[in-house]
């Protein structure tokens, strides 16, 4: 019953990423066929830097659906169910997650608030919590067993299970759907752990795709300025001020 | 910290749903406006059994989408963590859900599996540790807070939340939604707790809209079989043999 | 074969409107329920500006979903093929069309662009192209049916129909999509036909619920800035300035 | 202004589809991260044939999520506006679809529905048709752009153009999207035009991943019966009969 680090691995992502999306872009504005034009964009006889700036002009001009063609395709674990009951809140994605109905929890890792775990009072209190929760799940799932539940105890005595037990979840979204949630998730305001998964899958997408990802992140990035509103903003950005 | 009973109520329904999805089937097929149609549809100038037979002809037919016009909205309190996460994942529906980070869980209800609820032995473990688990919150709070930790006490806190804790929210889906969440969640498959709620769901949808709702249910009782093959069905309906 | 004039009519609203959205915001923030509240809340003891200034708040610190609570439906008709095939594009939204397979076509009505109805000369030229399509399709049809295609005549004939072709169709959308949908299609940039509609919908949207429509409009009236470009702007909002 | 043939390319498929898939149900029921896993998933040390089997049995078990995870990316040519009008009404994919506003169609390309190509006189009127519209189109862009329209005269001509004009398409769809799409649209039911876009879809996603395509089609093929009831049956297969 070790703490959990998140992990989070690139599964998948759409091949040919870039010309994909500018094949996209350039299929709404232009006469021939993108299909046709396909075999010279792979092989490159169009620069990466061509195809890069006719991208960056377009969706600056805020048409942006094309590069949902693109999709990445992320494994995570080391995440709290905290953390998934968020993540899965964003619809436009799709998710297969470990389920504790199916799986034995008996020995389930945790995770631990930063501002917890650097607090050694707080620490012992949660350890101590975690442990007396383990040791009832295993009891509840013996004595509902020895009831004649069978496979379903797991699923009574999960009801136990903290907020913090780890789970692990394979996360597919488009890169619409992403730039979105980095909007959203990379934001201060964002809980501590979502934010590190979402900075964790954007330096992923960096790497695999600059060209989209490189400027991508929180909304005050973007605008140029904080809209979470006195109340909400972290001071990084000034709230915007209406000319 | 009493244990929470589930209770769901019908908040809004789109008004003259009947003749709504009456009227948008009738647009697919029909020269004239249904527009022009709708004062003497609403006065009932053709009855509700007239509209109701007609619906069930499309229906039948596989042109599903127009029921997708009438929605429901529903507030729900007394489920758990647990059972939200499940309902949640139902992606085609809007979620307005009671935030553990903003909201003060001290004192939180609880949702008891019913085989532990019947079970004496298993019953009193599974209150110790909800008793624990309580105490650990305020304990966790207050010292975060005397750590200067603020607001955010509360959302490092709930870490130690179970899932059994009880939340609260607000779910619209429209009619082809429901129908689905219906056919998958209240089947025997689905966890008692998120079948209790698709059952009290359809409970105030076959109340509200009998025509489109008296049939609704688990996928067995539309296809006449039990999809869910050997080693899940309940036996209630006979396995489909392929012919 | 009349030139079409476009009419939306309003024929369903989620009722209690602005106090769903109210409860859905309340809910996420609140310790009890608010299905304890709502019959309170439809008798009016929070008036209706206290409702709306919450939700105001709140949607400005960039929590939108619970509008999505609320939608609306409409019956359009007098909009062109061209028209809907942009419309239907908004994929968070229910539609249902007036089918050119199974309805008669034979004298279409049809829409014309306002810069051809000014112009004599190309308003001529446009009417008998419309003349023309119309006895081709006639012709077609009829022959087909000679041939003993039956049904099937009306499908193949409504080949030559124009993009001009009168359409009617039922349309449903959540606040949130509404909201989207006016800001790219209210905008200068949007073509014609499509900005009428979308403001003819907001229009209705503003007066069955202005607290959330009242601002509504193109994106460059929440920004208070032109986001779309040198190269596209309309002149009427500066460009944005990146500071 | 010759008449067009469709054609279809497969622009890209998420690599490893049938590991990723395996990888994200076994997520869902497995102890360990299927990310520690995934390099010798992708190595082939499961064969392809064990990874199947268990695709195929949990999909037969009703969990059809998973195969969400995988998309599939067309360039589409050769279609009329007729046909992408019935493909974008599925909305749960991406489009980028040439714009008739913003691309030149003097000189259009058109489909010509099978029934009107083997009919000499139906052929000979329908060809006259598309020649006039051709012409109208023609002068009304001259006229426009002679009234100072600019290259707004295309968007206006474009209201001439028939259903027949070809268009030209970029579609994602993930496997789920793809299944219910070719469920719908292989069947009889389907116009011959988007059932023939369905077919050469399915024929490319049949090559590029059979374990999950091998079996897609039309619903009757999975379900072994028909359920578009005795009006709409091709009777291929036999009507479902309530046992």
């Known amino acids: 019953m ?10 998948a992502v759409t091949p040919d990423a870039l010309s994909l999306i ?20 792979v092989a ?13 002009q ?5 048409h942006d659906s094309p590069v949902e063609h693109v999709s990445f395709t992320f494994a995570v674990e080391g995440v709290s ?10 619809r436009i994605a799709s998710y297969s997650q470990q389920s504790q109905r199916y799986v034995d929890e008996t020995d389930f890792d945790y995770l631990v608030p930063p501002a917890i ?21 295993q009891e509840l799932k013996a004595l509902l067993e020895a009831a ?5 105890a797991k699923e009574d005595a999960r009801f136990v299970l903290p907020q913090a037990a780890e789970s692990k979840i394979v996360v597919t979204m488009n890169c619409r759907s992403l730039l979105h949630f980095f909007s959203l998730r990379c934001c201060s305001r964002a809980q501590w752990e979502v934010r590190g998964l979402a900075n964790d899958m954007l330096a992923l997408c960096r790497d695999a795709l600059p060209e989209l990802f490189a400027a991508a992140g929180a909304r005050c990035e973007q605008l140029g300025y904080c809209p979470e509103g006195e109340r909400f903003t972290c001071g990084r950005y000034p709230l915007r001020t209406i000319a």
């Open 44 to 56: 490159g006889e169009i620069s990466r830097d061509t195809q890069a700036a006719f991208v960056r």
């Open 148 to 152: 004649g539940r069978g496979a379903k």
């Open 58 to 62: 377009v969706l600056e001009s805020g």
């Open 2 to 11: 070790p703490c959990a680090q998140r992990r989070v691995r690139l599964l």
């Open 22 to 41: 500018y094949a996209a872009f350039r299929q709404c504005y232009h006469t021939g066929f993108v299909g046709e034009m396909w075999p010279r964009l």
């Open 81 to 90: 169910r905290a953390c998934t009951h968020q993540l899965v809140r964003h």
């Open 117 to 137: 775990a650097r607090n050694p009072a707080a620490l012992e209190r949660f350890e101590a919590c975690m442990t007396e929760i383990a040791s009832a799940y």
